[in-house]
Structure formats: structure tokens, C-alpha cells
């Protein structure tokens, strides 16, 4: 029974399976980006176990497919158990090694890159200091508690928690209130007057007179989905009132016991203990047109902890790294229509935490090594063995014919 596993794992069918079910599952969800957009298609196809199907609307859904996940998981452990069971260290085959070795790290690394990876935008405006990012996707509650003057207390719910608390009770725990989920919606589509197809919130505080349309996920890689609940927030038994947020409605404050609060969804927060100040933001387009030249930003970068505190210019392919963050230039709001305006430039960096971004090169220079390598051996195996088969190296000796 052992063996037959061993056999499984080992055997060079199971690696062309998942080698061919990895172009499977790169061709279906290449097609299923157009309708879905990249990020869906990244969940449902890439990071999953299976990928489901099922008629729209449903409560039901069945796998169809094994998902990146799962065919990555039996394609390492093929690699490992070959890596192990087969081959023999031998100098013959020490290119072999290297390349496979190689190969397990890139699937290793590009496992911990989705694990531990993330991206999110940072938005100054000329003269503010930022010591936060926003996440491109991901949206949270946040109640606000701003009794303190030098500071405010901030408790964030994950919009996830949110969806699975869906018309249950969130006990206060840490939080001062005790909040009941009325309902949530992941995307919605929000008016200020009565319009078919939508419906009004009843919501007895804040915004009471909003009418509300379900809507689809956005697919769209610039555009993101509008995530909205209704909130009952308690203290005791004592009902304070109902609340819709939404991450398009400002927060919403109210009085209790002297103390004022805020409560309101946002993009998720991502807060550093240093912070950028935008001191100059730079828009340029080539003269005569509206293409864009350059984007530049000169930002001052403070750290209390360290006692940092210097200029750095970002700008395109030039991106600030630090403390295992990178900002690159995303956008900007900074031409001469915007100053025109007396509007006040702004300049937007994606932030990248990517703890494992060396390892696909790395990954790929071991497998280029392996293959030079394991090629050389046979070069010189091939070479030694054909200059010892040469004529020139065979002995021979002369004979004369006989005569009678």
C-alpha cells in the first residue's frame, strides 16, 4: 500500500497531469476575465482548492475543476518525492538537482507571495502627512471614538466579519457598543431620491433618506466594489439607533455620555510608524500634447522610532523602498488645469509588502544553472568519450602480404 502511494507521488504521469491541469487552469481563467475581472478570477481560479460552479442566484454551488491551490500542492509534493526517492546524488546528475530545486522554490515562493503579499494606495495632498495606506479592495468598519483631543481611538471590523455576522449580534468585547448586523450588501448602488429598482433604507440616524440597489461585483481592475450595511448599535439593551454606512458616505457621528463617536465604512487601513509629508508634486507631459512625461513627488520621510527625517524624490521606475515597503508612483493630480482650479495637488503611491519578491529570480537562476550545468556534464562526458574512440587513438600495426 505504501509503495503504491510512493509510486503515485513519484511518478512522471502525475507530473504531466498537473502541468497540463495548470494550463487548463490558466487558459479557462484567462477567458473568464472578461467577464468576471482579473481579482474574481484570481479567488475562484488560482487561489482555491476546486472551482465551482453554479446557476446564478443559487444557494448551491459544485467543483468542476481542481483549483491552483490543489494542483499546486500534489505538483510539489511530486517534486519533493521524486526529488528524494529517485534520483541519487551522483556529479552526473548535480544539474538535475539545482534545476529541481529551483522549481520547488518558485512553487514555495509563489505560495508565501499570495500568503503574505499586499498592495494599497497612499494618497497625500501637497503639504499633508500620511502615516497610512488604503487598501485597493478590502473595506472595514470603523467606530471612532474622538473624546481625546490629542488623539482618537479607532475599532476596525473587517468588512469579511461583517458578511459573516450578517444578521447576528457582534458582542462588544473590546468595542464600547455592542452592534447588531441589520443587513449587509457587497456591492450596492446608491441615490438620493426615489428611483425604480431601488429601495429606501430605514435607518432612524445619520443618513435616513437613501434608497439602495443590490449590485454585481465590479470587474473592472479601476473601479471597486461599494460595500454597505445596516447597523443597530446597542449599549446594554439600550438601543442608540440604526445606521446605514457605506464606503461612499461620510462617517456619521454621534453623542453618548458626553463622548463623542463616529461610526463608517472605509477602505481598510494599513497604518506605519513612520510617516511621508508630499512637498512638491510634479506632473509633466511632453510639449504640445497630453502624454504624459513624468510624475514625480518629492516626499519627506519621518521616523520618531529612528530619528529619521530626509527628502526622497519618487518618481516613475524610481520607487522609495522602505522598512520592507515599496511606493511607487500610481497617480496624480498635479498638471496645470488642477493649479488653474486652485485646487491642491495630490500624488497617489501603490505600496507593495512583498517579503518574497526575490525568490522567483533567485528561483529561476537555480534552474538556469541546473540546466547549464547537468548540459555541460554531458558535453564533456560526451567529448572525452569520442577523443577516447578517435582513430588516432587506436594502436595499429603494419603487415606484409606473404609469397610463395
Same mark, same amino acid.
Given at each position: 500500500?505504501?509503495? &503504491?502511494?510512493?509510486?503515485?507521488?513519484?511518478?512522471?504521469?502525475?507530473?504531466?497531469?498537473?502541468? @497540463?491541469?495548470?494550463?487548463?487552469?490558466?487558459?479557462?481563467?484567462?477567458?473568464?476575465?472578461?467577464?468576471?475581472?482579473? *481579482?474574481?478570477?484570481?479567488?475562484?481560479?488560482?487561489?482555491?482548492?476546486?472551482? *465551482?460552479?453554479?446557476?446564478?442566484?443559487?444557494?448551491?454551488?459544485?467543483?468542476? $475543476?481542481?483549483?491552483?491551490?490543489?494542483?499546486?500542492?500534489?505538483?510539489?509534493?511530486?517534486?519533493?518525492?521524486?526529488?528524494?526517492?529517485? #534520483?541519487?546524488? @551522483?556529479?552526473?546528475?548535480?544539474?538535475?538537482?539545482?534545476?529541481?530545486?529551483?522549481?520547488?522554490?518558485?512553487?514555495?515562493?509563489?505560495?508565501?507571495?499570495?500568503?503574505?503579499?499586499?498592495?494599497?494606495?497612499?494618497?497625500?495632498?501637497?503639504?499633508?502627512?500620511?502615516?497610512?495606506?488604503?487598501? #485597493?479592495? %478590502? &473595506?472595514?468598519?470603523?467606530?471612532?471614538?474622538?473624546?481625546?483631543?490629542?488623539?482618537?481611538?479607532?475599532?476596525?471590523?473587517?468588512?469579511?466579519?461583517?458578511?459573516?455576522?450578517?444578521?447576528?449580534?457582534?458582542?462588544?468585547?473590546? %468595542?464600547?457598543?455592542?452592534?447588531?448586523?441589520?443587513?449587509?450588501?457587497? &456591492?450596492?448602488?446608491?441615490?438620493?431620491?426615489?428611483?425604480?429598482?431601488?429601495?429606501?433604507?430605514?435607518?432612524?440616524?445619520?443618513?435616513?433618506?437613501?434608497? %439602495?440597489?443590490?449590485?454585481?461585483?465590479?470587474?473592472? $481592475? +479601476?473601479?471597486?466594489?461599494?460595500?454597505?450595511?445596516? %447597523?443597530?448599535?446597542?449599549?446594554? +439593551?439600550?438601543?442608540?439607533?440604526?445606521?446605514?454606512?457605506?464606503?461612499?458616505?461620510?462617517?456619521?457621528?454621534?453623542?453618548?455620555?458626553?463622548?463623542?463617536?463616529?461610526?463608517? $465604512?472605509?477602505?481598510?487601513?494599513?497604518?506605519? +510608524?513612520?510617516?511621508?509629508?508630499?512637498?512638491?508634486? /510634479?506632473?509633466?507631459?511632453?510639449?504640445?500634447?497630453?502624454?504624459?512625461?513624468? #510624475?514625480?513627488?518629492?516626499?519627506?520621510?519621518?521616523? =520618531?522610532?529612528?530619528?529619521?527625517?530626509?527628502?526622497?524624490?519618487?518618481?516613475?521606475?524610481?520607487?522609495?523602498?522602505?522598512?520592507?515597503?515599496?511606493?511607487?508612483?500610481?497617480?496624480?493630480?498635479?498638471? =496645470?488645469?488642477?493649479?488653474?482650479?486652485?485646487?491642491?495637488?495630490?500624488?497617489? #503611491?501603490?505600496?507593495?509588502?512583498?517579503?518574497?519578491?526575490?525568490?522567483? *529570480?533567485?528561483?529561476?537562476? $537555480?534552474?538556469?544553472?541546473?540546466? /547549464?550545468?547537468?548540459?555541460?556534464?554531458?558535453?564533456?562526458?560526451?567529448?572525452?568519450?569520442?577523443?577516447?574512440?578517435?582513430?588516432?587513438?587506436?594502436?595499429?600495426?603494419?603487415? @606484409?602480404?606473404?609469397?610463395?
Amino acid at each position: 500500500m505504501l509503495d &503504491n502511494i510512493v509510486k503515485f507521488f513519484t511518478s512522471l504521469r502525475l507530473t504531466v497531469t498537473c502541468l @497540463t491541469l495548470f494550463m487548463l487552469i490558466v487558459f479557462v481563467g484567462t477567458i473568464a476575465q472578461v467577464d468576471q475581472g482579473l *481579482y474574481i478570477v484570481q479567488e475562484r481560479y488560482f487561489k482555491s482548492i476546486f472551482v *465551482y460552479w453554479g446557476p446564478e442566484n443559487a444557494d448551491w454551488q459544485i467543483p468542476v $475543476m481542481p483549483g491552483g491551490y490543489l494542483v499546486g500542492t500534489f505538483l510539489l509534493l511530486n517534486l519533493v518525492g521524486a526529488y528524494i526517492a529517485r #534520483f541519487k546524488l @551522483t556529479r552526473k546528475k548535480v544539474g538535475i538537482y539545482i534545476s529541481h530545486a529551483g522549481l520547488i522554490l518558485l512553487i514555495l515562493g509563489q505560495l508565501f507571495t499570495d500568503l503574505l503579499s499586499r498592495e494599497s494606495a497612499m494618497e497625500i495632498k501637497e503639504g499633508e502627512t500620511v502615516s497610512h495606506s488604503s487598501d #485597493f479592495r %478590502l &473595506n472595514e468598519l470603523a467606530l471612532i471614538d474622538h473624546s481625546k483631543t490629542e488623539e482618537d481611538k479607532v475599532y476596525a471590523l473587517s468588512e469579511s466579519f461583517l458578511q459573516s455576522k450578517s444578521g447576528a449580534t457582534i458582542p462588544s468585547g473590546p %468595542l464600547p457598543f455592542k452592534i447588531n448586523v441589520k443587513d449587509y450588501w457587497p &456591492n450596492v448602488s446608491l441615490v438620493g431620491k426615489e428611483k425604480e429598482g431601488y429601495t429606501r433604507i430605514e435607518a432612524n440616524s445619520g443618513f435616513n433618506n437613501v434608497f %439602495l440597489k443590490a449590485m454585481p461585483p465590479e470587474t473592472a $481592475m +479601476d473601479q471597486r466594489d461599494v460595500g454597505a450595511a445596516v %447597523l443597530e448599535i446597542m449599549d446594554g +439593551d439600550t438601543i442608540l439607533g440604526e445606521w446605514l454606512v457605506a464606503t461612499v458616505l461620510d462617517p456619521q457621528k454621534f453623542n453618548h455620555q458626553g463622548k463623542e463617536f463616529s461610526v463608517g $465604512m472605509r477602505a481598510k487601513r494599513y497604518y506605519e +510608524d513612520f510617516s511621508l509629508t508630499l512637498l512638491k508634486a /510634479t506632473h509633466e507631459n511632453y510639449t504640445g500634447t497630453m502624454e504624459p512625461k513624468n #510624475f514625480a513627488s518629492r516626499v519627506r520621510l519621518q521616523n =520618531e522610532g529612528t530619528g529619521e527625517d530626509r527628502e526622497v524624490l519618487v518618481y516613475m521606475n524610481h520607487p522609495l523602498r522602505y522598512h520592507g515597503l515599496t511606493f511607487f508612483q500610481h497617480q496624480m493630480s498635479a498638471n =496645470e488645469m488642477v493649479r488653474r482650479q486652485g485646487l491642491t495637488a495630490t500624488s497617489t #503611491f501603490q505600496v507593495v509588502q512583498n517579503p518574497t519578491w526575490l525568490t522567483p *529570480y533567485l528561483a529561476c537562476a $537555480m534552474v538556469g544553472v541546473g540546466l /547549464t550545468v547537468q548540459f555541460m556534464v554531458h558535453l564533456i562526458g560526451f567529448t572525452r568519450k569520442r577523443r577516447n574512440s578517435s582513430p588516432s587513438s587506436i594502436n595499429t600495426r603494419a603487415t @606484409t602480404p606473404k609469397t610463395a
